[in-house]
């Protein structure tokens, strides 16, 4: 498999699960990022990873934990989650920037579409 | 406060006319200026891209423009074709390396055959 896959690409939850989203890149890239899209809003940086460690945190709810074992994998735990947290949660990676390299472009997954009843 | 903002919700262009989709912004500290197009059910992908020192980058038929002092960028399709219909975001990055993206809401561009 080539680019970034998550999985589940849907997902319906109560309250009181707890589930988690799998992102996977196959390009080699040194940073992930989650993303969160909700209706009529831009995209939200929820968390950043380059080489594994946590450089952003934009200010994310505790009930959503991510973790990144590898440079290749990617995963969002949900914990206790709220109707407003429904969502698409995107995954991206990308190979980072130096001020030097040009735009930062990331590849995004197709997403994982999460409904919190 | 958005520092992004797509005005314009939605926009929809003849096929082989030329589609002009917004995009202004606040912080003039931004030093690369991206769009992405996204389909249905799939995820954004990386379209074009300008970088803070220049004002023009043509890419087929995807032209974007920088106009650093009215804070605005512009993508241009020419000819528009069916298959352009999309959701198209711009996105800004910077000041620095390992800046972040700001999007914006994004334009729903459909091109009538």
């Known amino acids: 498999e080539t680019g970034v896959t998550q999985t589940p690409r849907h997902l319906v939850m109560g309250m009181t699960n707890k589930k988690s989203l799998k992102c996977e890149q196959h390009l080699g890239h040194n940073a992930m990022y989650w993303y969160k899209q909700s209706a009529k809003k831009p995209l939200e940086l929820m968390f950043v990873?380059?080489?594994?460690?946590?450089?952003e945190n934009n200010s994310v709810p505790s009930r959503f934990s991510p973790e990144c074992p590898n440079s290749s994998h990617l995963f969002l735990h949900l914990h206790t989650l709220q109707p407003e947290d429904s969502a698409l949660y995107l995954c991206?990676?990308?190979?980072?920037?130096?001020?030097?390299?040009?735009?930062?472009?990331?590849?995004f997954g197709a997403g994982s579409r999460l409904t919190v009843l | 406060d958005q520092q992004v903002k797509q005005n314009s919700p939605s926009l929809s262009v003849q096929e082989g006319r030329i589609s002009i989709l917004n995009c202004d912004y606040t912080?003039?500290?931004?030093?690369?200026f991206l769009w992405y197009k996204k389909y249905p059910a799939e995820g954004p992908t990386f379209l074009i891209s300008?970088?803070?020192?220049?004002d023009k980058n043509e890419d087929g038929r995807f032209t974007v423009f920088l106009n650093k002092s009215a804070k605005h960028l512009s993508l241009h399709i020419v000819p528009s074709q069916p298959g352009d219909s999309a959701v198209y975001f711009c996105a800004l990055e910077g000041p620095g390396a390992n800046s972040k993206l700001t999007f914006g809401k994004g334009i729903t561009l459909s091109v009538r055959p």
């Open positions: 991206a990676s990308s190979q980072g920037r130096t001020t030097f390299s040009g735009a930062n472009v990331l590849t």
């Open positions: 990873y380059s080489l594994e460690e946590r450089v």
């Open positions: 912080n003039s500290m931004f030093d690369y």
């Open positions: 300008i970088s803070s020192i220049k």
